[in-house]
């Protein structure tokens, strides 16, 4: 009899302890240790922009588990003590404080660390969301009120705008977009956002890059752009995207290029797997490296990789899904909205702000956007988005979708490569 194997996860948050759960609701009887870089036990993400930054949660709402699940897990938590190297031969990992972890599989699942702009170090005011203290201490410098710039018109800038225009600060987004996530969602429902976003009272100003920030007795005074103008800013949020948490794997001699390189079970050695922001896997139905930032996908990647531990894996190859919540609009996007698509409304209405968009690309739908339409999104996600198969391969129910685990059956091979930031 084969002893199971000790398993250790190098990351706390929530692709860390999906993976965590999944072996353990799978039968997982070995050694199982988490590895944190942040003090906190795992938490969500998702509502830090939103709910915690507004201040209707408090921070321990976001917690994922309550200490008596944690208890129950089984495991051993190592919190507040980064990674320093890996040595995927050995499958040992080093810690800052020295410490030196061993265990027959390793799963990596560092995540992401935000872009920052090269002179924002040290200049008080200027801030990141990314972490609970990062959404802690910008909650307390919103708080004081004043002219808020936020740089980058992507997801997590507007989702900031939004919650802070809802406190009463003077809000202005800049970014080089025509309008908040274009590239992501097309003209036609970028353009409903910015129209949204205005009418609440954000100030877009779009079409410009930033040049750098502006300051004054190691303050912050406003923000650059590369037209010469100054946006004045007592608080400045930098949301310009991600970069995945790689550094401390140089040398370790897994591939790295824009994460993790894994193949489509998401193994990147022998023993060694990655799951969540920070994996760079072969995505089978889409012929190509993929890697997603959102917290849909940190779960479903888990649980592929604890199956794959078990011996039960199979190539991982899920429709990409994520949502954004900006002030009483959600917008939910399944599939892959690839430049140059072509966009119709397919039910409801833009005019009142409750639609259902499909986007096509050589005749074949490869994406469907619901804006605050959840239910009609889904039934056409799948009904035209392939038939999607739970692990077991049995039809997935539409309102299970979200949350389960799911596959779409294979399609035909399409060129891609996304980053979902």
């Given amino acids: 009899m084969t002893a199971a194997p000790d398993v250790l996860v190098v990351g706390a948050s929530a692709a860390g302890l999906a993976t965590a759960e999944a072996l353990r609701r799978k039968g997982h009887t070995g050694g199982l240790t988490l590895l944190g870089d942040e003090p906190h036990p795992p938490y969500d993400r998702p509502p830090l922009s939103k709910q915690v930054l507004a201040g209707t949660w408090q921070p321990e709402r976001a917690r ?240 592929a990789v604890a199956d794959d531990i078990l011996g039960a894996g199979r190539p991982y190859a899920p429709v990409p899904y994520f949502w954004t919540d900006q002030f009483d609009a959600r917008v939910q996007v399944h599939g892959v909205l690839a430049p140059g698509a072509s966009v119709s409304v397919v039910d409801g209405d833009v005019a009142v702000r409750r639609f259902v968009a499909l986007y096509e690309r050589d005749g074949e739908a490869v994406g469907v956007l619901g804006w605050n339409m959840p239910r009609q999104a889904r039934a056409l996600r799948q009904r035209l988005l392939g038939q999607l198969r739970d692990f077991a391969g049995s039809h997935v129910e539409p309102g299970k979708v979200e949350e389960a685990g799911f596959r779409r059956a294979p399609r035909s091979r399409t060129d891609f490569s996304e980053g979902q930031r």
Avoid: K, M
Avoid at 166 to 172: E, K, Q, R, S
Avoid at 189 to 215: F, K, P, Q, T, W
């Fill in 64 to 303: 994922l588990r309550t200490p008596e699940l944690l208890d129950g897990l089984g495991a051993t938590f190592v919190l507040g003590d980064p990674a320093v190297s890996l040595d995927p031969v050995a499958r040992t990992v080093r810690t800052a404080s020295g410490t030196v972890l061993r265990a027959d599989v390793v799963v990596l699942a560092t995540g992401v660390r935000p872009r920052v702009l090269p002179d924002q170090a040290g200049l008080a005011g200027v801030h990141v969301l990314r972490t609970l203290d990062d959404a802690a201490a910008l909650r307390a410098a919103l708080l004081t009120g004043g002219r808020l710039v936020v740089v980058g018109d992507g997801v997590l800038g507007a989702e900031v705008a939004a919650t802070a225009c809802g406190l009463g600060l003077d809000v202005t987004l800049a970014g080089p977009q025509r309008a908040p996530l274009e590239a992501r969602l097309g003209s036609l429902v970028s353009g409903v956002l910015a129209d949204l976003h205005r009418e609440r009272g954000v100030r877009l100003r779009l079409g410009a890059a930033v040049a750098g920030l502006a300051g004054r007795d190691g303050r912050v005074t406003g923000v650059r752009l590369d037209t010469g103008e100054v946006l004045p800013a007592d608080v400045v949020v930098v949301a310009l995207g991600a970069i995945p948490n790689t550094g401390w794997l140089a040398g370790s001699g897994l591939r790295l290029d824009d994460g993790v390189v894994c193949d489509a079970r998401c193994r990147a050695a022998d023993g060694i797997y990655a799951a969540g922001d920070v994996a760079r896997w072969h995505h089978e139905g889409l012929g190509g490296l993929l890697r997603l930032e959102n917290r849909t996908n940190a779960t479903e990647q888990a649980v």
